[in-house]
């Protein structure tokens, strides 16, 4: 790109401050932590490699267009690990214990209706504890949900 860098379009577009953010879906080849952790900070809600293939490709635009997030498969541990191990502990959970639940449920990649599924309530139920974890947390979408789940030890790597 001529003038500017994707993670630079990344904040312009997605980033904390604008108004009215896009869903962007970073496409790379760049699997390097640092470029991932910089997209995500930057507001995008997808990051796949380029040889991923043109499913998740698809998949991750989708999910973006719904609201959700992606990030390649091959990259979530190895970020999900990071956050984990660089975070404090002992931060106050400012959420009830079905928020908790939903937002674990969240960080371990699941969608609404797995997460609905899984903890017994409607798909409307769970989409209100994810408006009101967002509310709480100041949080913009499902991929600072989860960030913020891992960094605050909500979820084990195990």
């Known amino acids: ?7 630079e379009v990344t904040r312009a577009l997605a980033g904390p401050g604008v108004a009215d953010p ?53 990259i979530t541990l ?14 106050p959970n400012p959420l009830s214990e079905r928020e908790t639940e939903v937002a674990r449920a969240i960080a371990r990649g699941r969608i609404n209706q797995e997460t609905a599924d899984e903890l017994f309530i409607s798909v409307s139920t769970a989409k209100g504890h994810l ?6 947390l100041d949080l913009r979408n499902r991929v600072e949900v989860s960030a913020w789940a891992w960094e605050n030890h909500l979820v084990d790597s195990g």
């Open 1 to 7: 790109m001529p003038r500017l860098d994707g993670l």
């Open 131 to 136: 408006s009101a974890i967002q509310t709480k």
């Open 78 to 91: 190895r970020l999900l690990r990071h956050l984990t191990a660089s975070a404090p502990a002992g931060l």
């Open 22 to 74: 896009l869903p962007v879906v970073v496409v790379t080849t760049f699997d390097l932590d640092e470029y991932v952790y910089g997209a995500l900070r930057g507001g995008a809600v997808g990051f796949v490699l380029k040889d991923a293939g043109p499913a998740l490709l698809i998949e991750a635009i989708r999910s973006a267009h719904a609201g959700d997030a992606l990030i390649s498969p091959s």
